[in-house]
């Protein structure tokens, strides 16, 4: 990169990078757990997971939305030296920071199955509905105000929307790989890796 220039990450990609792999583990966990009669019994169990699935799901799409409004509106454009980390870049650093706890949140979600079968299981994959939720939700604000929301990659290993965020930067509809909300854009460029901001 040249003097001065930076990289930018996809906000609503970096929400996406952990919604995947919450919603396959809490799955799996939650299968596993039904093969087990548990203290309450399975029905019990299935039964207080979809209850969490719902309450985890809409915990986690409504936490820090303010936040993030506040920096959506106050965005700035995108100067032309900034530099476009590719979605496939930016959901590996994010799922690749979060393997540990994941790793331990499924160990866990499956020991709980002795007690509560699938029930913590659900509740992981209601986390990862609430942040493919709030993806969604990033993608409508991106439509409505026809800009793609960035983050300086340097400031956002808290978050997207951590303490450590000052600001947000905007592109056009059509810059990087990514569509409106995180998605993969159904025609991608070759070369991966980074790109010059549009």
Known sequence: MGRGAYALARVAVAVRAAAGPLWWAGLLSAGAGTLVPGLTGRRIGVTAGAALFLIVAAVVFA????????????????????????????????????????ALAFLAAVGSSFAVPAAAGLAMAGAGAGLW???????????????????RVDSARRGPA?????????????????????????????????????
Do not use: M
């Open 162 to 198: 951590g303490r450590d965020v000052r600001g947000y930067e905007t592109t056009g509809l059509s810059a990087g790989d990514a569509a409106p909300g995180g998605a993969r854009r159904r025609t991608r460029r070759t070369r991966p890796g980074v790109s010059a901001a549009r």
């Open 63 to 102: 936490v820090r939305r303010g936040r993030y409004g506040e920096l959506a509106r106050g965005a700035s454009r995108a100067g032309r030296s900034v530099f476009l980390q590719d979605r496939a870049v930016t959901l590996r650093n994010g799922r690749r920071a979060a393997r540990w706890w994941l």
């Open 133 to 151: 939720a709030k993806a969604r939700w990033l993608g409508g604000l991106e439509r409505r105000a026809e800009s793609l929301l960035w983050v």
